[in-house]
């Protein structure tokens, strides 16, 4: 995370420009100060002309000191600190002498200073090359660890960005191969429609995983279609075993949530659900505003928890319940809430009796809503329409 007020816009975003200003600025300062305190103290308007000569003595030396200090500022602090004492004293005395000979000469005309008189000047020398020294440091210490974290953040950014990309992107392979072997068959026995069919389904859905924003989002209304177009490719190998049903309240439809999400959730629904029960099972997904939360329900009337029995990553069902918890927590932290019930049969869809409970879904997350899509005219569909 970036420190605070550095920015493009920020006044620091020009390094040389920030650094001309403020050496202007400090420079000048001190003129004024040193002249109006002079005159106020009654030593004359001849004692202006010794403070412009130091001003600019000054304003020279600390060039030097910077030129200086951009080769120690990168050394080890030892060396550094020992370096800058050694330049910081330096340039103080240099500037002492400097000082002491200009009101000497410009302004005290009689007084001939000797040895260390040269170094009557040292405090006010020492403190405020000092201070200098030390606002240099500060400021480029200060810009040093905002870049510094700002690399941090883009390199955690392109990390979560990544893994949010492998997580979408994570289809089960059965289904791949289930799919082409269904319509390997389909074109065997001579059914050309419905191989075509099912082959146009499985490139929209595919198209479906390989777009959409970059952070990987998605509207509930995409996800639907997405989940009607894997629906219809598995109710070609199951037919009226496969019975689902949408319950997706019309406020949420442009609400925003991980892309894909509840895809792997049906699929283990198809698998666990679905496939052992020779009569099949049904499937609802159900979508609904709760307040300023979006709850989202995937329940189905298979044989419930136990018998899939999930393990603690979800390693037994399908691509994993693990996959879905990592990209809630990816996208909302700790503002998300995901839960495996047993479907007390309320609802379109009711447990299948002696087969066992079913198992309910629940997701929990912050609704986040998006504004409407431009028309068809002017952006492609998402999602390619296949006649049934």
Excluded: C
């Excluded at 050394?75 to 200009?102: C, D, E, G, K, Q």
């Excluded at 000469?105 to 009689?110: D, I, L, R, S």
């Excluded at 009557?120 to 201070?131: D, E, K, Q, S, Y």
């Excluded at 492998?166 to 068959?185: D, W």
């Amino acid at each position: 995370m970036a420190l605070p007020g550095i920015t493009r816009e920020s006044f620091f975003a020009d390094k040389n420009r920030a650094f001309w200003t403020l050496q202007l600025a400090g420079w000048a300062g001190y003129f004024l100060l040193r002249a109006l305190g002079g005159l106020a103290n009654r030593m004359g308007i001849d004692f202006v002309l010794p403070i412009v000569l130091e001003t600019v003595t000054g304003f020279s030396i600390t060039l030097l000191m910077a030129w200086a200090y951009r080769s120690t500022i990168r050394m080890r602090p030892a060396w550094a600190v020992t370096l800058t004492l050694l330049i910081l004293v330096s340039a103080s005395i240099v500037f002492s002498v400097l000082s002491v000979w200009a009101h000497a000469t410009f302004y005290e005309q009689g007084w001939r200073p000797q040895g260390i008189e040269f170094f009557g000047a040292i405090l006010l020398t020492i403190l405020v090359l000092g201070a200098w020294t030390a606002l240099y440091y500060m400021i480029n210490y200060y810009l040093m660890l905002a870049e510094q974290n700002q690399r941090l953040a883009n390199i955690a950014s392109l990390a979560n960005r990544a893994q949010l990309e492998m997580l979408r992107y994570q289809l089960n392979p059965h289904f791949l191969f289930n799919t082409l072997n269904s319509i390997s068959t389909l074109v065997l026995l001579g059914d050309t429609d419905r191989a075509n069919t099912m082959l146009s389904r499985l490139s929209s859905f595919l198209r479906y995983t390989l777009v959409g924003e970059r952070e990987g989002m998605a509207t509930v209304a995409q996800e639907v279609e997405a989940l009607k177009l894997y629906l219809d490719i598995e109710r070609t190998r199951f037919e009226d075993r496969l019975r689902t049903h949408f319950d997706i309240a019309p406020e949420v439809m442009q609400a925003r949530l991980p892309s894909l999400l509840l895809q792997p959730l049906v699929e283990n629904a198809v698998k666990y659900a679905v496939t052992p029960q020779e009569d099949g099972a049904d499937i609802l997904v159900s979508a609904r505003a709760v307040g300023p939360r979006l709850e989202i329900r995937v329940a189905d009337t298979g044989p419930g928890l136990g018998g899939r029995r999930p393990g603690p990553t979800g390693a037994n069902t399908g691509v994993g319940l693990e996959n879905i918890r990592e990209r809630l927590f990816q996208a909302y932290g700790d503002d998300q809430f995901l839960a495996l019930l047993p479907n007390d049969g309320s609802g379109p869809v009711q447990s299948g009796g002696s087969r066992g409970e079913g198992l309910l879904v629940v997701i929990d997350i912050p609704l986040q809503m998006t504004a409407p899509e431009p028309p068809a005219a002017t952006q492609p569909p998402l999602l390619q329409e296949v006649a049934p």
